[in-house]
């Protein structure tokens, strides 16, 4: 999962949110000297990702991406899926979206002194160039898709990955749905 699925999911305080994301960035990090809620939200972290990838539904929407692609398929669906949470939002809550979204961009950098250097400059550019905002628009995902591409240090075949999304976007909209009840469900009790 990415960024804005890891904070809806999370336990309910800001702590534990910052925990969720900083999931991604605990390389190097000894975990047990973090406060308890940002422990707690890192867990969370790794019990959702854990939970993804073996999920039916996500492992036959891996297997949609063209061979390949297929290396890369988990980190397109995991900014995919922010794209069709925000779209399907008021499936899985009664909470506005927007005021999530701005809490959620409040918080970050109140809590940016529990963050490593690397998180805080991504946290940073989440809230400023408004992420959670521009994953509505699928073109969107596809730019987000290609920056991260760009990243790569080897050669790779991920840039244009969204032509592969939008090919198959019925099904992969159709299984996220299912999957995200599913995960909200499990990452209730966690």
């Not at 702590?15 to 047990?32: H, N, Q, T, Y």
């Not at 760009?150 to 592969?164: K, V």
Request: glycine letters at 6%.
């Amino acid at each position: 999962m990415n960024h804005l699925a890891h904070v809806f999911l999370a336990p309910d305080t800001p702590e534990a949110r910052v925990g969720s994301i900083l999931g991604d960035f605990c390389r190097g990090i000894s975990v047990a000297d973090l406060p308890g809620d940002v422990q707690r939200g890192v867990e969370h972290h790794l019990s959702v990702d854990s939970y993804t990838d073996r999920h039916p539904q996500v492992c036959a929407s891996r297997r949609l991406f063209s061979p390949q692609r297929r290396r890369f398929a988990g980190v397109a669906l995991d900014i995919l899926y922010d794209h069709y949470l925000l779209k399907h939002w008021h499936r899985f809550t009664d909470v506005d979206q927007d005021g999530f979204i701005r809490m959620i961009y409040r918080e970050l950098p109140e809590h940016e002194y529990l963050m490593p250097e690397p998180m805080r400059r991504v946290t940073r550019r989440i809230a400023m160039d408004d992420w959670f905002g521009h994953y509505r628009d699928l073109d969107n995902i596809g730019y987000a898709l290609d920056r991260v591409a760009a990243r790569i240090r080897f050669p790779n075949r991920f840039d244009g990955i969204i032509e592969e999304i939008e090919g198959h976007s019925e099904e992969l909209e159709s299984r996220f749905l299912w999957f995200f009840q599913d995960l909200q469900r499990d990452a209730s009790t966690l």
